[in-house]
């Protein structure tokens, strides 16, 4: 009796819900003292909308092929199960004109639980000084707000002219963003930080927009942004920022970073005029797959145009089964990243720097393998990028990434080459005569290389020098069923010669699996053409290589110096905690009495801080450093971190 009773009252809480739930309409022959719930009762103007706190699970509906002048601010949260829908009834897209007005043509200011579909959000106004422009906004930044589940979904924006330079805040045609103020130097916020969590971007299309298309900021949790389609964007395409485990999938970027770099732009001093297509910044295991990028820009001043971009504290990133095509560059590698991978991607008549390596070759270990680059005119770069200055130009012998099992394959009037370059983006040097003073190996290993290198082929001691055999090298179209072309023919030599790469991921970029014993050149893969893997074996290799990684990783956190300022314990804070399984020791030894003090890791509540007592004088600290070791399975790291007035950062 007990249980019926209990069904009995969740049905009706449930119909009770379903009752509140409400469908509005609008349209520009309503009238907003109607009830807005039927079309004969329509609202009329954004005005009414904006003033209604909708609930979960409403429906506001506008009417299709119609325009409203002015600007949507929606209110009310939904829920995952209830969600708020704001979409059309009729033929035809409901168009918001924002016309010269600051700020989004459709606003989610502090509220979760959306749905945005089939809108049309346009501008046409003219860019002006000062004036930043959105086609959707959806923002965050209440103290300690929880919000989550929004969709912005088969949206049209297009012409949106927003400033390009000058001005913080980005005028882009999707704006999804959670943060928190910033305190003033020397100052602190009283704040707990917002979280925006489960939003999806997806078939969008974004037209004529300055300057950017699609912009995420600290969604970390949930986020995925898939099959948008773009074209004729001033600056980037897609950026995601501050992600864990994003997924950025089936995206169209035509003609982007059109306008950034112009050496008259409006605006002062500080604008940004270095712009990508697609690409990612403080992210951890974030993908970029099945993407495809056309035809950027490079003016002047942009010192970028790649169609892809690991950059700042990126994290076992990976960018994969990605096509590029005419673009100025294939893929750029900042400093201060750990980690990404690059593979089974197709790269064809890139144009200057093919990739550009910012980065620690020993420390970030920042990986391609198994793509293919197509050139066949003009000159492409593996570049190697020492820095802005030359007076503290980066050490040739510590920068770079690894090459294993790509092809690269120049024909007709193209080349590659390799080089050192140095300074500005106006100013650039290219060095291509010094060589690093690095064991054979190290940077390019177990590559196919076919046509000219300017300046003679890498220092590759597994080189394969022949032609791969490709079926039509050459003959990318448009969309990455086009491609067939870089599959090999049978009898090629890259078949079956290739190294095995931990963890490569299961798949060619054609979709074959990656289960013979030996792994092909390039991103096809034979299948039928070698004997079976060895699992077992391989499954340790696997193993190994995750337990190493987790080792670099814990050295990669630690801080690069320690502060002096306290005298009776040093607070040892990584950039994040250690790993599981990761164990070792902190240990200081007093070079007054050569006494140790140590910190067991193991032992530690907290692994992402550790406090030292060193009862010691400043001079003696900084006359000292800190050793650290680090352990898990077969692996251990050791290092030791000096003590400094103004400890080094990693930026």
């Not at 209604?52 to 506001?60: A, L």
């Not at 003033?184 to 974004?206: C, D, K, M, T, Y």
């Not at 200055?389 to 193209?414: C, M, R, V």
């Not at 001079?619 to 030791?640: D, H, Y």
Request: charged letters at 20%.
């Amino acid at each position: 009796m007990k249980r019926s009773l209990t069904i009995v009252f969740l049905l009706a809480a449930a119909l009770s819900a379903a009752a509140q739930q409400k469908t509005y309409f609008v349209s520009p022959s309503g009238n907003d003292a109607a009830s807005g719930l039927s079309i004969a009762q329509a609202w009329k103007s954004l005005d009414k909308v904006n003033a209604t706190v909708f609930q979960p699970g409403d429906k506001i509906l506008f009417e299709g092929g119609k325009t409203w002048y002015g600007q949507l601010d929606l209110k009310g949260s939904g829920t995952a199960e209830a969600p708020i829908l704001l979409a059309s009834y009729g033929e035809g897209r409901p168009v918001i004109n924002l016309g010269r007005a600051e700020g989004a043509g459709i606003l989610l200011h502090n509220h979760g639980g959306w749905t945005i579909c089939g809108f049309e959000v346009t501008s046409g106004a003219p860019a002006e000084l000062g004036v930043t422009r959105q086609g959707i906004n959806v923002r965050v930044d209440g103290n300690g707000l929880v919000l989550s589940d929004v969709t912005v979904r088969d949206c049209f924006i297009h012409d949106i002219w927003g400033q390009i330079g000058g001005v913080r805040e980005r005028s882009s045609a999707i704006l999804v963003s959670c943060n928190g103020p910033r305190a003033a130097r020397g100052e602190s916020v009283s704040f707990a930080q917002p979280s925006l969590s489960n939003v999806l971007v997806e078939g969008n299309r974004i037209e004529r927009v300055d300057k950017t298309g699609i912009v995420t900021n600290s969604i970390r949790e949930g986020l995925r942004v898939r099959r948008n389609y773009m074209d004729n964007l001033g600056g980037d395409g897609i950026i995601v920022s501050g992600s864990y485990r994003a997924l950025i999938e089936y995206n169209e970027i035509h003609r982007s970073c059109l306008r950034t770099g112009y050496l008259d732009l409006p605006g002062d001093q500080n604008w940004w005029p270095h712009v990508a297509a697609c690409w990612i910044i403080r992210c951890e295991e974030t993908i970029m797959q099945f993407n495809e990028v056309y035809d950027t820009g490079r003016e002047p001043k942009n010192g970028d145009g790649f169609a892809y971009d690991f950059d700042f504290y990126c994290k076992r990133c990976i960018a994969q089964y990605n096509y590029s095509r005419d673009n100025f560059g294939f893929l750029l590698l900042m400093y201060d990243i750990f980690q990404n991978v690059a593979r089974y991607n197709i790269s064809e008549n890139d144009k200057t720097h093919l990739v550009q390596m910012q980065g620690s070759l020993k420390d970030d270990g920042n990986v391609l393998y198994n793509n293919v680059f197509y050139v066949d005119h003009g000159t492409l770069d593996l570049d190697f990028f020492r820095g802005d200055y030359p007076e503290s130009a980066k050490d040739i012998d510590k920068l770079g990434a690894h090459f294993y099992n790509n092809i690269f394959y120049a024909t007709g009037q193209g080349r590659f080459r390799t080089a050192y370059s140095t300074g500005e983006t106006m100013v650039r040097q290219f060095d291509e005569v010094s060589k690093p003073n690095l064991p054979a190996g190290s940077i390019f290993l177990h590559n196919c290389y076919f046509g000219p290198w300017k300046n003679g082929l890498p220092d590759d001691p597994e080189a394969l020098v022949a032609d791969p055999q490709f079926v039509a090298p050459g003959t990318g179209g448009f969309g990455l069923g086009t491609l067939g072309g870089y599959k090999l023919r049978p009898g090629s030599p890259a078949i079956n010669t290739g190294m095995y790469v931990p963890n490569a991921g299961g798949r060619d970029f054609f979709g074959n699996a990656l289960e013979d014993g030996h792994p092909d050149f390039g991103a096809f893969e034979a299948v039928g053409t070698g004997v079976f893997a060895d699992t077992r074996s391989l499954a340790e290799q696997d193993r190994d290589a995750a337990d190493a990684s987790s080792v670099a990783w814990g050295k990669w956190s630690f801080p690069l110096g320690l502060p002096v300022d306290a005298t009776d314990v040093v607070p040892v804070r990584l950039y994040q905690p250690l790993e599981d399984g990761v164990t070792g020791t902190v240990t200081w030894v007093n070079p007054k009495n050569g006494k140790s003090v140590v910190v067991d890791l193991s032992k530690a509540k907290d692994r992402g801080s550790f406090i030292l007592p060193v009862k010691s004088d400043r001079q003696t600290l900084l006359s000292s450093t800190v050793k650290v070791e680090l352990r898990k399975g077969k692996f251990t790291e050791s290092f030791e971190i000096p003590f400094a007035e103004k400890p080094a950062t990693r930026r």
